[in-house]
Each structure stands twice: as C-alpha cells, then as structure tokens.
C-alpha cells in the first residue's frame, strides 16, 4: 500500500479496472489527443514522507509576516483588530464548525438560531429592517446592492464614489457588464466625495447612488447632506459601511438608507492573511424580498414554540432562475457566528469602547506623523481609524515599507497603486490594538527612513 490514507491496493485497481473493461489507468485518457499531453515532468520536488512535509510547510509559513510577529499599520480593508478567545473556542464546536445548509429546519436549529441572531445584531447596527444570512465579502455584497438596485427601480445607470474601496468598484464592474448596467464614478474632494459632482451625476436614469463611509480613505460621508438630492431623482441610496464604526456613528438607516452593506471581518474575524471573510446586507421595509442570498425566520412550530426556518427564499434554486433576486449559492454563516459572538461578548457598550479607541488612536497617531519632517496630513475630512499620510517627494513607498517590515512593522497601503494622482501618499489604520509605544516607535523609524 503506497498511500497510507487512500488504502487502494494493486489487486483493488485491478479489480476495478476489469469491472469497467480496460486495462489500464491510461486508456481513461485515451479520448484526449496525445499531441496535447503533457510528457515532460512536473517541476515539483519528490515525494516527501509525512514528517518533511510539515517541517517543509511550515518553513512556508514562516516566510509570512503575520500579526503575531509583526506590528500592523495596513488597513485597506483587512484590519489588525482584537479577536476574543471565547470566538475561536465556540466556532471550533463541531456541531458549527462543519454545518453547512440547514435545508432541514428540523435537525438545523442551533445552526439557524445563529443566523438569526447575525441578522438581528445586523439591523440593530445598521437601523435597517432586514438583514440576510450574510454574504461572501463585503465587495460582493455592495455589486449585489448595485442589482438590487436596478431590479427595483427599472433603471441602468449607478452613480458610485471614487472613495469606495477600489476592490470593491472593480467587483461592481465585473457584475455590471452581466447585468448591461452603466456605472458613473464621481471623484473625491478633501477625502470625501465631491457633493457637487455627484448632484450632477444624478438623473431619472440612476438606479442608486452608492457611497462608502467611512471611506477607503477613512473620511466620514456627509450621508445627510446627499440623501435628499438621491431621493428626490427616484434612485436609492447604498451605504457600504465599517460595522465598528457604527458603535459611534449614527446607523445609516437614521439617514434614510435604503441599502447597507459592509464587510463584518472588524468584527471578531481574524484577517488570516487577507481573507475569507464575511459580508453583509441589510435593506430598508420596501426591499426585503428583493434581498439575495437566503434568510432566516422565526416562527413556531405545532407546540406553539418558537422555532427556525428558512425563509423569503427568492433563489435560483427554488424558482425559476430568471426570476431570482440573485444567482447567489451560498452564505458565511461561520464567519458570521464569529461576529454574533463578538457582539454578543463585547455587548453595545464594549462596541462603543473599542470603536471609541479605534478614533482616539488614529488621531493620536496621525498627530504624531504629522510631526515628522516632510510628512503632512493632506486631506481635511473628519476620519475614523484610517487616515492618509503624504511623504516627502523623494520617499519611495515600495522600498520604504520594506525597511519597515525588516524593523517589525507592516508599513500602511500605497495609494498610488488605485490612484495616480495620490502617488507618494500611504494609507494608515489604527485599531485598538496599537499601543502608544508601537505608534511611537512606528514614527520613530518611519522617520529615520525619510
């Protein structure tokens, strides 16, 4: 037996080969034409035994600058923030760890159970009315956002900000070439969107308007002071949202949102390298059968207690698939236990507290970049915990953040990459993690470096 967990023996492929009459392995292949065959040899090591193989893996591992050894000032999406013990110990139970659909009510109520608290915590975060059982990411959720928008409103056209994750534009895109939808970007002013750009943007033929706030470049969005104009022209606002922001912001839904969506990695869910992580999506009264994805109910069952179902299932897999809200599959309902729990653990005041040093923290931070010679704070929009810095001309942020990694920090996100005209400049995240001597000390050798 040559592979100890597949227990096929020489005799057993024989057998099984007589059983579908031939002789051969290679006669399974005999339909593909030889001349695109591959005949050389993989360049791939030899077979290791089951001991080289982790000690050569976890030589891999190490390679990665992980935030357990290096101290993180990269946000952009993913963030450093603290995860509770409690989160890995519940998540890790079997009866969570492997469920997967609970198509069966009957059999699934602890499963369902946890959904439906994801969804109750969502709209309590967010003021919406309903929630669905979460979403891939964050960026899937806001393209999904954008379809619902147009089924409901017969409209083409998307108006989005230049200040939304540019990650999450390039999803929108992709989505809207399938669905023949038009997207108009409007530019930033000061970090935030430009107000009077995107009331020009705006017409009868716009679905929705959908801005992100706090922004990709931290900025908090005058949401106030564009709603009326969105309304006005029948389209429906989308506000893609940080969930730990809104332990102190005011929930979108108090500014008349229609959609809100976000990504809950802030939330109790570690960044792991850059993801999985968990979207969600809540929508105001009007939409909720238009929402993707599946949704969890309450209801009770023939001995009047309360109980759990699937629910408003408008999926391409229970009706037509021309007539469902979305060709979505499936959900994060593991990712979204982590945030349940982390909500549940830290509970509306230990929200507010970890949102309220995430604040603290960045400003402090940006207080003591801005100090360095050559360094300067250019946009003027109030931010939460991410901010832009812009270095001296001569600063070269690949190079820089290199020098950075060799001294122990994960340097902050070169903004150059998505935007040309912000070359030079870095975006920094400060989460409740970083200590008063690690943003010190982070300033410290950042200037050295310049």
């Not at 031939?22 to 005949?39: G, Y």
């Not at 952009?76 to 069966?104: C, K, L, W």
Request: one cysteine or more.
């Amino acid at each position: 037996m040559k592979h100890r967990y597949l227990p096929v023996t020489e005799k057993d492929e024989k057998e099984m080969l007589q059983v579908i009459g031939i002789d051969s392995v290679d006669q399974l292949f005999a339909d593909i034409p030889a001349s695109i065959r591959f005949k050389g040899t993989l360049p791939v090591s030899a077979a290791l035994d089951e001991y080289a193989l982790l000690r050569h893996m976890g030589q891999l591992a190490g390679k990665n600058a992980d935030l357990d050894r290096y101290v993180s000032f990269l946000g952009a999406g993913i963030y450093d923030h603290h995860v509770p013990v409690v989160i890995n110990h519940m998540i890790s139970r079997s009866e969570f760890y492997t469920a997967y659909t609970p198509y069966q009510p009957e059999i699934s109520q602890g499963e369902l159970q946890a959904i439906f608290e994801f969804q109750s915590y969502i709209c309590e975060l967010t003021g919406m009315a309903a929630a669905n059982a979460s979403m891939y990411d964050g960026a899937t959720a806001l393209a999904e956002a954008g379809a619902l928008a147009s089924g409901a409103t017969k409209r083409k056209r998307i108006v989005v900000s230049r200040a939304v994750h540019p990650e999450a534009r390039q999803i929108l895109l992709t989505s809207a070439h399938g669905l023949n939808l038009e997207i108009v970007e409007v530019g930033c002013v000061d970090g935030v969107t430009d107000l009077v750009a995107l009331k020009a943007a705006i017409n009868d033929k716009t679905a929705a308007v959908i801005v992100q706030s706090p922004n990709f470049f931290g900025g908090i969005e005058d949401i106030p002071a564009m709603e009326p104009d969105i309304h006005a022209a029948g389209a429906l606002l989308i506000v893609s949202a940080n969930p730990l922001s809104l332990g102190l912001l005011e929930a979108p839904g108090k500014w008349r949102a229609d959609i809100v969506v976000g990504d809950a990695q802030p939330l109790g869910i570690s960044s792991s390298l850059g993801g999985p992580t968990c979207g969600y999506f809540a929508v105001a009264e009007p939409w909720k059968r238009r929402m993707p994805g599946r949704i969890v109910g309450q209801t009770v069952d023939r001995e009047g207690k309360r109980s759990f179902v699937l629910t408003l299932q408008a999926r391409e897999q229970h009706i037509r698939r021309e007539k469902a809200t979305s060709n979505i599959c499936s959900n994060q309902a593991l990712l979204a236990l982590c945030a349940s729990i982390y909500l549940s653990v830290m509970g509306k005041e230990g929200l507010r507290e970890a949102a309220l040093l995430n604040l603290q923290k960045a400003h402090y931070a940006a207080t003591t970049l801005r100090s360095l010679p050559g360094v300067t704070v250019p946009l003027n929009a109030a931010f939460f915990n991410e901010f832009v810095i812009k270095l001296p001309q001569q600063a070269n942020l690949a190079a820089l953040n290199e020098k950075l990694l060799e001294a122990g920090f994960i340097g902050g996100y070169d903004l150059g990459r998505d935007y040309p005209e912000l070359a030079g400049h870095m975006l920094v995240a400060v989460t409740e993690r970083r200590t008063k001597e690690e943003i010190d000390q982070f300033a410290a050798r950042l200037g050295e470096l310049l």
